[in-house]
């Protein structure tokens, strides 16, 4: 989001609290008997202690009040231990916050040996959704693909994320375009819906929708459509106002 004026670990202050209270209100014993779950934080997934990534889950059953488990592996983490990964039963629920390439391993093997029914989500991945050379080049198949993935790019990530039927269930976006702020929103059962910030900044309005997601020039060709000028020209009176 290019609106976004802090750091990673701002970004992650505000996520934790989120998933917390996300986990509270999705709990199938919480709903059914009021009380809510104990929730773990672990920060020792985030190697480097600085980017901004974290494992929260609940321990339905387990007395005791929240927990935090910290980086404590010494010079950002660069010599710790190896990622615990919790054991899950059927009513827990864990996240990956803001996942990095580099959990991409933990997610898989919690993927995997977890045995119970317990729901395991990404929220706010920190890989993009639009592609740049690396990441193009590491979606195709063979020696070249392998090579671009190991210098950064997501393909690999994402073929693994499909394999463990990983499905995006919300995706909020938001970037800039003609000056002004855009956002991006898909469910799970919806199209994109394309929306514009107004020119008073207190609401967005609603300029289109696409089955697959609008690239930039998709969006851009709505707000022609909708007769939404560039922002500098709405503020200089020379374009009407939205």
């Known amino acids: 989001d290019e609106s976004w004026q802090g750091g990673i670990m701002q970004l992650y202050r505000a996520a934790s609290p989120t998933t917390k209270d996300i986990l509270r209100q999705l ?10 779950p104990k ?3 672990d920060r020792s997934i985030d190697e480097s202690g600085v980017d901004g990534v974290g494992l929260l889950y609940t321990q339905v059953g387990k007395s005791g009040s929240d927990e935090v488990i910290e980086n404590d592996g010494g010079f950002g983490g660069i010599f710790g231990g190896g990622v615990s990964l919790p054991t899950l039963d ?3 629920m864990c996240v990956f916050v803001q996942p990095s390439q580099e959990v ?17 989500a990404l929220l706010n991945p920190q890989w993009r959704n639009v592609d740049d050379a690396l990441d193009s080049a590491s979606k195709s198949d ?17 073929r693994r994320l499909d ?20 956002r991006l929103i898909k469910r799970f059962d919806s199209d994109w819906n394309v929306f514009a910030e107004n020119d008073s900044g207190d609401k967005y309005v609603r300029v289109g929708s696409m089955v697959e997601r609008p ?28």
Not at 111 to 119: E, G, I, V
Not at 142 to 158: E, H, I, N, P, R
Not at 174 to 179: D, E, I, R, T
């Open 215 to 242: 690239s930039y020039q998709d969006v851009e060709k709505m707000l022609d459509d909708k007769g939404v000028g560039y922002k500098y020209a709405r503020d200089l009176g020379m374009a009407p106002k939205l």
């Open 104 to 120: 991409a391993d933990s997610v898989d093997e919690l993927s995997t040996t977890t045995k119970s029914k317990a729901l395991i």
């Open 163 to 182: 394999e463990l039927e990983y499905t995006p269930t919300f995706t909020l976006e938001g970037y800039v375009c003609k000056g002004g702020n855009i």
């Open 27 to 36: 709990s199938p014993t919480a709903m059914a008997t009021g009380v809510p």
């Open 39 to 41: 929730i773990v934080e």
């Open 90 to 92: 059927d009513e827990d």
């Open 142 to 158: 063979g020696v070249f693909g392998a090579f671009a993935s190991f210098l950064g790019g997501k393909g690999s990530v994402l």
